[in-house]
């Protein structure tokens, strides 16, 4: 998610060099074919996407399993996957942190505890949300932050995908661009939300069945994870890169240079919670969902499937230490010297056991990751920018119709503007990191607002307004201090030996607990709303619906208790 | 108007995409690459190709699309 940024940067390739991957017929028409369907669906559902529900949110008819499914897919890029996999290459186990504790508890959150007032306050959207708890100048400043943030983003996305595609395979920039812009365009302009969310779980399963054979052969190739353990150890000469928690007493004994109160709280706590119960990206495939039930399973079945990721993502990257006959090594090394980089591990790792057909599967599978990363970025400012900021702003008393006609409209220009993103960053790719540093600076104060909305009722509309402000305004400032001293680090992480990594955890901290204070401290000095307006919208202020599920197993609380226990294992077992 | 959902279209490109990844592993079975990938000899072309084909298969005929009330 938010580490995107540092990993996007690192695709960049000065020399020359040949493609990873050389395709044949088959794998090309694997490839044609899913373009073909993706178009297919997207005419397909034009025809039942002609009202701002059906446009915007799909109707609010889709099952848990579909929602949930979409909900993780949202957030599974191919360039997350490609750069996460060479995290694991570069830190080990730790790199799955991003995937346990920076997601499950933060989603089993949001089913169980969230999901209720998101779905009986009926909002469209995150800043709709907040409208009604914070009022319009904390739903306007939220909206114009995401929605600017979100266009841009799907042009780096775009961007990426372009420059991965012309590593991997060779293609040139403007064909990759421009042929991912259209088949966008086309689709989600059609068929809105729904369509997204279609190619969205289309892409999830590809992700699977294209990506899942590789750590199958590799364990078969070393011979069980026991002897991978023994390798990599071996290989690497440090025993951390196998355990998640025993290397992160202090800065210094792991590779990532963080320490467990910056993945407990920054990670786990703030930014994980930020993102999956914030960002309105994920949070609008929750709010399709055809009721409550739903709505509150969706968080939980992705949960289930989001555990299960690093089994494709990261175990190919430490297979990757323990087969590959050479040593991948940092961008600027591969740049200077036509070696492999950390992020073409996962591509490798394809060519490695892949033959034709299944190496088509695989590039389409990181195809239809970029595009319907794409998709979904276009159709939340889409959404965002009808209801947020163009139906609360500049015309409130349009008909349905014109909405759906502005969404569309809407849709388009995002799409535009993407492409320009995608030509600026081209010329001048710091743009990247900028934006992306951009958009991280609003996840973390974001979940302190919006929590303490939903369960604080003493929360006021000025106290919401300045936490947010105030806790954004945090995050840039510190993110320009390391900036312009890279020494401030050892005072934002709290230790000489920080690394990066551990820059961002701790400003997502920083920043969230100054939202937070300063919502209380404004709170407690200005008028509380009535208790009778915060119906539906506060805990303790609302009288949730009862839910009879028939049988015990049904209920959400037993799976989400279900998950959290094989989280906990998980973590226990790879200590 | 028959609708289709979301598993139809899954089952669909899984059972084609498993027809080809099949075929496209027999042939290589018959005529063995230049440069074949690791574990080559396990030939999982046919038998994930055929696991796909069948999966899809099975959604394809199970979400088949139905007439609306």
């Given amino acids: 998610m938010i580490q995107l940024a540092s990993l996007l940067a690192l695709f960049q390739v000065s020399a020359p060099r040949a493609s990873l991957v050389r395709l044949n017929g088959v794998d090309i028409a694997v490839i044609a ?329 695989g590039v389409t599978a990181l195809i239809a990751g970029f595009m319907s990363g794409m998709a979904g970025n276009v159709s939340a400012f889409s959404t965002v920018w009808t209801y947020d900021i163009y139906g609360a702003f500049i015309n409130k008393k349009a008909s349905d119709e014109h909405y759906v006609k502005m969404g569309r409209w809407s849709m388009f220009v995002g799409v535009l503007i993407s492409v320009g993103t995608a030509y600026l960053v081209q010329h001048a790719a710091s743009i990247m990191d900028y934006v992306q540093s951009l958009f991280s600076f609003f996840i973390a104060p974001l979940f302190g607002t919006v929590i303490l909305g939903m369960l604080w009722k003493r929360a006021t509309k000025a106290g919401g307004f300045w936490g947010l402000l105030a806790g954004t305004c945090t995050a840039i400032g510190l993110w320009e201090w390391v900036r312009l001293d890279p020494t401030a680090l050892r005072y934002v992480a709290l230790s000489p030996n920080a690394k990066a990594m551990a820059q961002d955890l701790y400003r997502a901290l920083w920043s969230w607990l100054v939202c937070v204070i300063v919502t209380v401290i404004i709170s407690y000095c200005t008028q509380p709303r009535p208790e009778a307006e915060l119906d539906g919208l506060v805990y303790g202020a609302t009288k949730l619906p009862e839910e009879h599920d028939e049988h015990w197993y049904q209920r959400p609380i037993v799976w989400a208790g279900v998950i959290a226990a094989v989280f906990v294992v998980i973590n226990i077992y790879f200590w | 108007m028959r609708e289709m959902s979301i598993w139809f279209f899954s089952g669909v490109l899984f059972l084609v995409y498993g027809i080809l990844i099949v075929a496209a592993g027999t042939y290589e079975f018959f005529h063995p690459l230049l440069h074949p990938p690791v574990l080559n000899h396990l030939h999982a072309s046919i038998w994930w190709g055929a696991a796909m084909a069948v999966a899809g298969l099975v959604y394809t005929i199970r979400f088949w699309p139905q007439r609306k009330p």
């Fill in chain 1, 33 to 361: 074919i899913y373009f073909a369907i993706v178009v297919f669906i997207g005419f397909y559902l034009k025809g039942i996407s002609n009202t701002g529900e059906d446009f915007f949110m799909a109707g609010r008819e889709m099952t848990a399993w579909i929602a949930g499914l979409s909900f993780v897919s949202a957030n599974l890029g191919s360039l997350e996957l490609m750069g996460w996999a060479g995290s694991a290459y570069q830190y080990g186990i730790l790199a799955a942190h991003w995937y346990w504790i920076g997601a499950i508890p933060a989603m089993l959150f949001l089913g169980i505890i969230m999901m209720p007032f998101y779905y009986i306050s009926k909002v469209n959207s995150v800043p709709g949300y907040l409208n009604l708890r914070y009022g319009p100048a904390t739903r306007g400043l939220s909206g114009i932050t995401f929605a600017f943030m979100t266009v841009l983003m799907s042009g780096i996305n775009m961007y990426a995908m372009a420059l991965v595609m012309k590593v991997v395979l060779g293609w040139d920039l403007n064909f990759s661009i421009w042929l991912s812009t259209a088949t966008v365009a086309l689709y989600v302009i059609l068929g809105g939300l729904r369509s997204a969310i279609f190619n969205e779980v289309l892409q999830f399963l590809l992700i699977w069945a294209g990506a899942l054979l590789v750590p199958i052969l590799g364990l078969i190739e070393v011979g069980g994870w026991g002897k991978l353990k023994t390798q990599i150890i071996h290989n690497m000469g440090n025993a951390h890169y196998v355990h998640l928690w025993q290397g992160l007493g202090s800065f210094s004994t792991n590779s990532m240079g963080v320490n467990w109160i910056g993945m407990v709280f920054g990670l786990g706590l703030v930014i994980s919670f930020g993102y999956w119960t914030t960002d309105f990206l994920v949070v609008q495939r929750v709010l399709s969902a055809h009721n409550l039930r739903s709505a509150r399973m969706a968080p939980i079945i992705g949960a289930g499937f989001k555990m299960c990721i690093p089994f494709f993502v990261i175990l190919p990257g430490l297979l990757a230490i323990s087969v590959l006959p050479f040593h991948l090594v940092p961008q600027s090394v591969a740049v200077a010297t036509g070696q492999h980089s950390y992020n073409e591990v996962l591509p490798l790792m394809l060519v490695r056991y892949c033959g034709p057909g299944l190496l088509g599967l």
